[in-house]
């Protein structure tokens, strides 16, 4: 039987369904108290997973579970940040030396225990984007492959071009032009700098709401410290897929509530300080469920597969950007087969390889991403008509950097996107030219360890899939490139087992047991 939703059918409607007869005053107290419960459920929700957390990492679970890092298996089995986990459970462990806050905190207190706010930084995010030919997207994704390889863990584009800027200037004098575009402006100051309650609304309830937990998690922290990782593995999952289905009914009605900007007729001077006062959610977390809620009318398949936990918060956003009406269908089916680290190289690939904003499918299951987006671009390689753009977002400070990286590269009267093209060649000459261990079985697998939804890419080991003490010879197809903990702890600790012949047809198991079966067994990255 599928769990009961708390919002009402006739809430969950199509956002036009609100064009006639909408009345803001009765929408804001109306929206708001929905909004308020799902946000007392969902900080419900979170004590539980905390609290199976604790008990999972004092058992260091993940290891157990074939996996070398907390991050790498909060992406890939609960679509979670590592981070994000070790606070909730941090969190939890605290309370439950403080009986008071604890006391508060169940009765639904939602500040008394409101984790730390891992989705905002303290510096604020701006948007890079520039226009360029399309045969540039392949220079910027070879570039930041390379920044990642250089810096020996995975970077964002955000991340990578802060080392690429970094590079760049420190053989070029920045210019004294300046960008086109402004980059930042600050927001005007809040109303209430202490930010006391009399800035509001006179009648607006502050009460406490305590919403009941759904009743497929009331339960499922009960003698968690005596459960092994497989089992504790599995509760969390289940708590976590009850928190989609939350997640799902908070951006449908959010996006209603910020499209028609109720939070002024509450007298909150932002939508991000309602969020924040209200309803204790960051307005980067708010922001990403609006998006999710605004794709799902143009392809309900996704949003359904988020409802269902069929596909995790990570999966979903990552298909956000290529998921359209003609194919999203295949790019939820390609995020229910393959590992996180394998969609989001995927998406990658899809959105350097497309033609202007037209919808691209998945490749084909397996493929080799390195050859494919070449051959799609190589019959306009010789246009330089700036058909395509390179959008990412990163801090303030790092588009700045970046922008002047630009200018100090692009000559007097010169395109800006001409600047960009040689600040990549040159420090892709500059990073290629330095020593480094050149192993062929290394630059096979992308200098990072192949072990399914691992992301290590520091303290590499040249592996024999069949060990050399058992006949195994030296030839490539014998040898993988894995991380030292996978190596030593995972390969040779009996946790992970693997054969085939790499690197396209390696048969991996995590989470290997005696007598049972493993947690997950992959063929490359693929979940069989």
Not at 22 to 44: C, E, K, M, N, Y
Request: proline share 6%.
């Amino acid at each position: 039987m599928e769990p009961a939703e708390i919002i009402p059918p006739a809430l969950l409607v199509p956002p036009d369904a609100y064009s006639r007869g909408f009345h803001h005053d009765d929408a804001a107290l109306v929206l708001d108290g929905w909004l308020r419960r799902l946000a007392s459920q969902q900080t419900r929700c979170r004590a539980v997973l905390g609290r199976l957390a604790g008990a999972f990492l004092k058992r260091r679970g993940q290891h157990e579970l074939g996996f070398s890092r907390l991050d790498d298996y909060a992406r890939e089995r609960l679509g979670l940040s590592g981070r994000e986990l070790q606070s909730l459970a941090t969190v939890m462990g605290r309370l439950d030396g403080l009986p008071a806050l604890r006391a508060a905190f169940e009765a639904g207190l939602r500040e008394a225990g409101r984790t730390p706010d891992t989705g905002d930084e303290d510096e604020p995010r701006a948007r890079f984007h520039l226009r360029c030919p399309r045969r540039l997207l392949a220079l910027w994704r070879d570039v930041v492959e390379l920044a990642r390889r250089m810096a020996g863990t995975e970077l964002t584009q955000g991340q990578a071009a802060e080392a690429i800027a970094a590079e760049g200037l420190s053989a070029q004098p920045s210019s004294e032009e300046a960008w086109p575009e402004p980059l930042w402006s600050p927001a005007a100051p809040i109303a209430d700098p202490v930010e006391t309650r009399s800035a509001f609304a006179e009648d607006l309830d502050w009460s406490a709401v305590a919403e009941a937990i759904p009743d497929e998690v009331a339960w499922i922290d009960r003698g968690a410290n005596h459960l092994d990782p497989f089992a504790l593995d599995g509760r969390m999952r289940r708590v976590v897929q009850a928190m989609q289905r939350i997640d799902w009914q908070t951006g449908r009605l959010l996006r209603v509530f910020l499209d028609r900007r109720l939070h002024r007729v509450m007298q909150f001077p932002s939508g991000a300080r309602y969020l924040r006062e209200r309803l204790g959610i960051s307005a980067r977390k708010a922001r990403a469920l609006v998006a999710l809620e605004r794709k799902t009318w143009e392809a309900p398949i996704l949003g359904e597969a988020y409802r269902a936990g069929e596909l995790s918060w990570v999966r979903a956003l990552a298909v956000l950007p290529v998921a359209r009406e003609q194919t999203a269908a295949a790019w939820v089916a390609r995020g229910r087969e393959v590992t996180v680290r394998r969609l989001m190289d995927e998406v990658e690939w899809a959105l350097a390889a497309r033609d202007g904003s037209s919808p691209i499918a998945p490749p084909p299951l397996g493929a080799t991403l390195r050859d494919l987006p070449e051959r799609q671009m190589c019959a306009r390689e010789g246009s330089e008509y700036p058909d395509a753009e390179i959008v990412f977002s990163a801090p303030v400070s790092v588009v700045a950097l970046f922008r002047t990286a630009v200018l100090a590269f692009a000559g007097p009267g010169d395109a800006l996107w001409t600047g960009f093209e040689r600040l990549l060649r040159h420090v892709q000459a500059e990073w290629e030219a330095q020593p480094r261990h050149r192993d062929p079985i290394f630059a096979r697998d992308g200098w990072r360890c192949a072990v399914p939804a691992c992301r290590s890419r520091r303290n590499l080991h040249d592996h024999h899939l069949l060990f050399r003490s058992r006949g195994g010879n030296n030839g490539h197809a014998n040898r993988i490139t894995i991380c030292a903990w996978h190596h030593l702890r995972g390969l040779h600790g009996g946790r992970v087992r693997a054969w085939g012949a790499a690197p396209d047809d390696v048969t991996w198991e995590l989470g290997v047991r005696s007598g049972r079966a493993p947690l997950v067994r992959l063929r490359g990255d693929t979940y069989v």
